[in-house]
C-alpha cells in the first residue's frame, strides 16, 4: 500500500514501484521459510493488553512475539514464533478476556525481527531507484509521519519489513490534518470500516476493482 502511495505521489516510478515489491516480496518469503512463524489478529483488547498477551506468550513458549500491526483499538495483529502464535490463542481468552482471536492466513512473521534477512536484498534494490520528493505528503508506516526527503524515503522503506505498521498513528494524523475524504480501492471494505472506527462521520468510498 505504501508503494502505491509513493507511486501515485510521483515519488517512484510504476515500474520502480514493480520492481520493488517483488525484491521485496521475494525476500520475505525466504526469510519466512527460513523459520516457523505467523501471525494472529487479536481482537477485543486494547494494546497495552495485547503487549502483555504477547509478553506471556513469549515467556510461556520461550518463542518471540510482538505486535505487529496497530490497526485500531481492539484490533491489533500479532507476529511471531508458530509456537507463540499458538499460545496467543490459548490465553487471549481465558487470562486476557479478548474477543477472539484469528490466525492469519500469512507466509509469516512479517513486521518484527524474523524478516531481518530481507533487508538486505531491498536495500540492494532500493539502491538502484531514483526516489523523488513526493507532490503529495505520503504517511511512513514505520513512524506515522509525512517525509519529503528522498534518502529519508528510501531508509524508511528498507526499515519497513522488521517494523510494526503503525495504522492507528496514520488515521490519527490523516484525521487531524485537514481530512475531507478516502477512496478505498479494493477488493472489500476492511480499510473503510476501520477508518469509520475512528471517525463514524468519516466519508469513505469505496471502488472495487
Not at 138 to 152: E, Q, R
Request: with cysteine; net charge negative; charged share 20%.
Amino acid at each position: 500500500g505504501e508503494y502505491s502511495a509513493l507511486c501515485f505521489a510521483d515519488a517512484i516510478s510504476f515500474a520502480d514501484g514493480v520492481k520493488i515489491t517483488k525484491a521485496r516480496g521475494e525476500a520475505m518469503q525466504a526469510a519466512a521459510d527460513a523459520v516457523d512463524t505467523g501471525m494472529v489478529s487479536v481482537i477485543g483488547l486494547g494494546k497495552d493488553k495485547v503487549a502483555a498477551l504477547c509478553e506471556m506468550a513469549s515467556e510461556q513458549s520461550g518463542e518471540s512475539i510482538q505486535i505487529a500491526n496497530f490497526l485500531c483499538n481492539g484490533n491489533y495483529a500479532v507476529s511471531g514464533a508458530t509456537v507463540a502464535c499458538e499460545k496467543v490463542g490459548e490465553l487471549a481468552k481465558p487470562e486476557f478476556k479478548a474477543r477472539m482471536t484469528v490466525k492469519l492466513a500469512v507466509a509469516g512473521a512479517f513486521h518484527t525481527d524474523f524478516m531481518s534477512p530481507a533487508v538486505s536484498a531491498l536495500e540492494e534494490v532500493l539502491g538502484g531507484v531514483e526516489i523523488q520528493k513526493p507532490r503529495i505528503p505520503v504517511i511512513s508506516n514505520v513512524d506515522a509521519k509525512a517525509h519529503s526527503d528522498p534518502a529519508a524515503i528510501k531508509k524508511l522503506l528498507a526499515t519497513q519489513v522488521t517494523s510494526p505498521v503503525l495504522w492507528e498513528n496514520t488515521m490519527d494524523l490523516m484525521l487531524s490534518s485537514g481530512f475531507e475524504e478516502a477512496f478505498e480501492l479494493g477488493p472489500g471494505k476492511v480499510t473503510a470500516g476501520i477508518l469509520r472506527r475512528f471517525d463514524k462521520s468519516a466519508k469513505c468510498t469505496n471502488v472495487e476493482v
